[in-house]
């Protein structure tokens, strides 16, 4: 009698995991279908990454560097103007960030990346990482930034 009730109740558990797994795979796939790509960087005619990405009410940017002579203001002002760009592309705004993260060349800019910084996301400013990286930021930015933020 115990092995029969061990055996349905198996079987039960099994169907219900099943039906439950068969559903998250289903939304799964309707959700991803949601998903949309702005500004599609490719490499030799394959996609390589996006701007942009928004998903399920979200927006993630892409890191954003200068790419110009310049000292870490200009390039700080220029990425962040990038970002901002980025942003309203895919519908958002520096308002609705939710998280920044800076990569510095050289943790000496601190505290000039952050006097051009301050103030560019509204009165309520978004959660922050910055970090110095080792070997500089790529494309010789002396600043890079990326984000994640709501529509």
């Known amino acids: 009698m115990k092995t029969e009730r061990r055996s349905v109740i198996k079987r039960l558990f099994a169907s ?11 939304q799964a796939e309707t959700t991803s279908a949601g998903k949309e790509a702005f500004n599609i960087t ?22 954003k ?16 103007k990038e970002l901002e760009a980025e942003l309203k592309k895919a519908g958002s705004s520096m308002e ?7 990569y510095l060349a050289d943790l ?6 952050n006097e051009v910084y301050q103030g560019r996301f509204g009165s309520k400013p978004p959660v922050r990482t910055t ?8 494309g010789n930015s002396l600043v ?7 529509v």
């Open 16 to 26: 219900v995991v099943g039906v439950l797994g068969v559903n998250a795979i289903a």
């Open 42 to 63: 490719k490499q030799d005619d394959v996609p390589l990454f996006s701007g942009s990405t928004k998903y399920n009410g979200l927006v993630f940017v892409a890191g």
């Open 65 to 80: 560097g200068a790419h110009f002579e310049g000292d870490v203001k200009a390039h700080a002002d220029h990425v962040l």
């Open 96 to 102: 609705k960030v939710l998280k920044v993260n800076v």
């Open 108 to 113: 000496a800019d601190y505290k000039a990346m």
């Open 131 to 138: 970090v110095a990286t080792y070997g500089g930021v790529p």
């Open 144 to 150: 890079e930034m990326d984000c994640i933020a709501y």
